[in-house]
Structures are given as structure tokens and as C-alpha cells.
């Protein structure tokens, strides 16, 4: 039988900032449990860091010196005395906090409870959906999952390949990309022309922090001298019967039509709201970002008194700010626990890197904007949720009979009731619900996520159950 394990902290996510927080915590004095999917830290980031470096120095240059940073947070956690958990997923944050908060894991096949005097929620960002004609094509994936193959197995795409979309992970792989030996045929930047404002706010970010700004615009340029990019890309279209053979678009009010044997979307990230959200944690509709945001008050402190987030899962932050966060969400933390004191402060509450994060930060958000038709996709045709096949025309005309949020949507149609539970859909239905009645967000909602978040069978559950019943006897 499986026994209930018990922690002052639960962090979920090993990624930059759980990592931080875990480590922090950890140093000092706090039970800290780290959980993670993976079977190695890192998160997405630094995402094999360790295999990388053991294993296959040569990618490194490839990946980067900023990835070959990672390896510094990986040692810090195994050295802090944190309890780290690889290859486990959390189903359920429970509704009560008293005596503690109870964590649904599945470990190693086997469900358990585990009992946590606090969680922080270090569940990373996401890519976000990028709905156009042709996108449920074999050949059509994001740039997240190719670069996810080559830090993790060094594998590099072949054949004939088209990137599209805007967004500085798009240009760092790219980059990766030409390092390694292959280059794209051609990028469609979505972006629209730059305005005055966007313009000031890069000025601002260069003199606030310029390393970053200039590695940014460093992969640009070097993308930009060997690759054909087309500029303000709309109407964007994959074509084929079984599988990708071309793709259609327009650029600068021209018409093309690309051969291609992949295609490689992306179109910014997004913070992972779904554990957050099935913890019963407020949310907001963050105008800048475009994205559902937990409400936080102090450094990660959510609506529910023993539930923190930290990270780009609180607002897209970027990495190297999330290591800062991690720091400040650790003191915090560790201030509430009760006979506890921070061990770390100094970075935590460094305003001046603070402050350079954020500026970067909205530089950032006003340079790479969502693109509109990703966001609204203008065709009815256009599939919308995978999972169940439903279109954008289905939505809209659920919309015209008096729906009026997602939820109520799932009377009609079954988006958002598939594997992905909404993940990948629940942006974009609730964008179309919106736009439709002429809501904000806040007023259309987001879909309400029930647990079990990830998947769990029924013989864990029944192990889980026999748990329970042990305890009691």
C-alpha cells in the first residue's frame, strides 16, 4: 500500500523557478518536496541540461552559453537537501487547508496523497495555441516541441522547412537551428509594423538592460543574413491531403505559395494555469500578455492562503527573472511557516534587477504581439479543439444561440471535454464567445477545471482508496 508522505512544502515544477524556491527553501530549514514530471530537472528551459552536459558537450554550443547556465541551478538543488520527486504528475490540489493540504500525486504507477503544510506552483508557461487552416496536419508543430527534441535527444529536422509565427524563442531556435548544421528555407514573421510606442519601448529596454536586449537582436540578425523572412505574414494556410506539402500566405499584400515538408508555428507562451486554476486560485485576463493570470498579492501569494506561485505560471516572466522570483516566494514562505526564517534574502528583494526584468518584459510583450488571426481565427472552418474537432464556425454559432461562456459551451458542443481538457482550446473559445456578444473577458470566464487535472486510472484510485481505509483502521 501506498503511505501518505508529509512535507512543509510542496513546489511543483522543476524548472528555473521551482527549482530556486525548492533550493532556497531547503537551505533553510524547510522540508521541501520537489515534484516534477520529467525525469530529470531543468523544466523547459533547461530542459536535459544534465544529459547534455554529461553525455553530449558538443550540443552545448549549439544550445547556448544561457542554457549551459542551467547547470548551476541543477547542482544548487541537488546540494540544498531538497527531496526531489522526477516523473510525478499532481491530480488534485485539495479544497480544504486544515489540519493540511492534500496533494494527489501518481509516482512511479501508484497514487498518493501527500500532505503539505504549503504548495508553490512552479508549473512554467506554455505555447500558445495557434489555430489557422491546415495547423492539425502531420508536418505542422510548434517550435517548443522541435527544440524540446533537440535538447533532449539532439534530434534536428530534415527536408524542406518554414517557420512562422514571431516571438524571441522562435529566433533563438532558428538560431539553434543554424548552428547545428540546417537552416529554414524561409520565416513568416506575423508581426504587425512596429509603432512609435513599440519603438520607445525597445530604446527603454536597451538602456535598462542591455545584455539581453542585444542577444535578442543578435539572433535576429544572424537569422535574419542567412534566411528569407517575410514580413506582416497573414492569411497563413497548410496544405495537404495526408500529410503537409505546402503552405499558403501573404505578406506585404502579396500572395505565396511555399513547398515545405515541415512547418514550425509559435506565437508566444503563456503561463500553465490548469493546476492553479483547479486549486480554486482567482484568475485575471491580463490585457498586455493576453492570457489568464493568477491574482497574487505579496511576492506569490494567490487567493488561497497556503497556495503560491511563482515563476512564469504567475505572469511570462522569462527565465532569468523567475530565478528572482523563486528567491523572493522562498522567503515569503518560509516567513509564514511557523519557527521558520528565510536563509536567503539578498536577491530576493534586489530592486534595481527587478526593476530591468520588467521593463524587458514589456518590451518584449509590445514587440512580439499575438497574432490576430491566431487569436480569432477569421475561417469557420478553422479547427479549434483537436481533441473533439470543433471549429471556430461551431463556436461562433453557439455563440449566436445565447451561449455566453465556455462552460455553458459544453451544453452544446464537447470543446474543451477531450484528453487536453481545454488546454490547448480554452483561450481561443472563450476569445470567440467574446468577440461574438461583445464581452471582456473577465465577463465571458474561462473553462472551470476539475480534477483529476492529469490522468489517473481506476486501479490507482482503488490503491489510493485502500490507503485511506488503512489509515483509519
Known sequence: ??????????????????????????????????????????????????????????????????????????????????????????????????????VGVVRDGRARMIQA??????????????PFPGWTLPGVMTVG?????????????????????????LYLYISQLIKAGKKPQVILDTRPRASLQTKLSVLAALTVDPASMFR???????VRREIR???????????????????????????????????LVHDGVIPNTWLAMSAGC??????????????????????????????????????????LHGEAVACEVAACLEGKQPGVVGNAAHPLLAWQHRTLRRCLDQFYPPAQEFELPPDDETVVCR??????????????????????????TRCGM??????KCGVTVSRLIAEHHGLSMHEVGHYRIRPPVKPINVGQLADLETDADAHTD
Not at 503544510?117 to 500558445?128: K, P, Q
Request: proline share 4%; net charge negative.
Open 216 to 222: 535578442g537582436l543578435g539572433w535576429m540578425r544572424e
Open 145 to 169: 516541441a522541435a527544440q524540446t527534441l533537440l535538447k533532449s535527444s539532439g534530434l534536428v529536422p530534415e527536408g524542406r522547412i518554414a517557420v512562422a509565427g514571431s516571438g524571441p524563442l
Open 229 to 263: 523572412v517575410r514580413e506582416r505574414v497573414h492569411r497563413l494556410r497548410a496544405g495537404g491531403v495526408e500529410k503537409l506539402s505546402s503552405i499558403s500566405y501573404e505578406s506585404c499584400d502579396r500572395q505565396f505559395t511555399d513547398e515545405v515538408d515541415l512547418l
Open 418 to 423: 477531450g484528453p487536453c481538457m481545454g488546454r
Open 387 to 412: 481533441c473533439e474537432e470543433v471549429t471556430a464556425g461551431e463556436i461562433r454559432r453557439v455563440a449566436a444561440l445565447g451561449c455566453v461562456g465556455p462552460n455553458q459551451g459544453k451544453a452544446f
Open 117 to 130: 503544510g504549503h504548495i508553490v506552483l512552479a508549473t512554467g508557461a506554455m505555447e500558445r495555441p495557434t
Open 1 to 102: 500500500m501506498t503511505q501518505d508522505t508529509c512535507t512543509d512544502v510542496v513546489v511543483v515544477g522543476a524548472g528555473p523557478a521551482g527549482m530556486t524556491t525548492a533550493s532556497c527553501l531547503a537551505e533553510s530549514g524547510v522540508r521541501a518536496l520537489l515534484l516534477d514530471e520529467h525525469t530529470a530537472p531543468g523544466g523547459q528551459v533547461y530542459r536535459s541540461v544534465e544529459k547534455v552536459t554529461d553525455k553530449r558537450p558538443a550540443d552545448l554550443n549549439v544550445l547556448g552559453s544561457h542554457y549551459r547556465s542551467g547547470s548551476k541551478a541543477v547542482e544548487r538543488l541537488h546540494s540544498s537537501g531538497a527531496q526531489y520527486w522526477p516523473g510525478t504528475s499532481v491530480w488534485e490540489i485539495s479544497a480544504a487547508e486544515e489540519p493540511a493540504l492534500a
Open 282 to 323: 482567482r484568475h485575471h485576463w491580463n490585457v498586455q500578455q493576453r492570457c489568464w493570470v493568477p491574482d497574487i498579492t505579496g511576492a506569490g501569494q494567490t487567493s488561497r492562503q497556503s497556495v503560491s506561485v511563482v515563476g512564469d505560471a504567475a505572469g511570462i516572466i522569462g527565465a532569468d527573472a523567475s530565478v
